[in-house]
């Protein structure tokens, strides 16, 4: 990801809008909890999404922004914060080193959703993907670092608390960015979200008189 953070912003819009018009109602199924990422998100709220749009659509836009987040904060920790992004290297390679990391290479509008189907009451699963992503906390021996002194902790709480100050500004920055692409937003969900919407709404009408 290269720029500053306002052209990153404008290019992931760019691909949620193209991503849009493939929305379908039931391509996630429904949640059984709220979304931590989106639940009052104030990246949601800035991009006018908050009321009236289904969560898949406000949850794709809201992982892409928080790629662009993400991706910034790593910057800015490898530039500035030597402790913390030595920790956040040796966490990565403790994941590399495990085989099978199901959350891994989903597109943006897939992550951070829950990776399981709902099971039937009928047919108990051997296992879930949901339990396959936890095994990383099986540790291997040769992989666990040394703990770390006393005021190596505490240098790396002061880095964590930079680094948090930094993503609280580029959160901000990212949703200054968002106000910009409102009326982009709002005439896609127009076109492509709301007819489906409605359509949907109007099926559920008609069953209703037919009973
Ligand atoms: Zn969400």
Known sequence: MDGPIESRVDH????????????????????????RQC???????????????PHAVQHALSMRMK????????EYTDRNLPLLGREL??????????????????????????????????????????ELSQSENVNEPSLVPPPLTPEEKAAIRVELKLADDYAVLVGKRVCAELAGHRQR???????????????????????????
């Open 185 to 211: 937003i709002e005439r896609a969900i127009a076109e492509h979200v709301e007819p489906q919407v409605q359509a949907l709404l109007a099926d559920l009408d008609s069953s209703l008189d037919f009973r």
């Open 12 to 35: 992931e819009v760019d691909n949620w809008l193209r991503w849009l018009p493939r929305w379908r109602p039931g391509t996630h199924r429904g949640r059984s909890r709220l979304c």
């Open 67 to 74: 790629l662009v987040i993400d991706a910034s904060v790593d």
């Open 39 to 53: 639940f009052g998100s104030p990246i949601v709220a800035a991009a006018g999404l908050a009321t009236d749009v």
């Open 89 to 130: 290297r040796m966490t990565e390679e403790r994941r590399a080193a495990r085989s099978y990391r199901p959350s891994d290479g989903l597109e943006p509008e897939f992550k951070g959703l829950d990776l399981d189907p709902q099971p039937p009451p009928d047919a108990p699963y051997l296992f879930t993907f949901g």
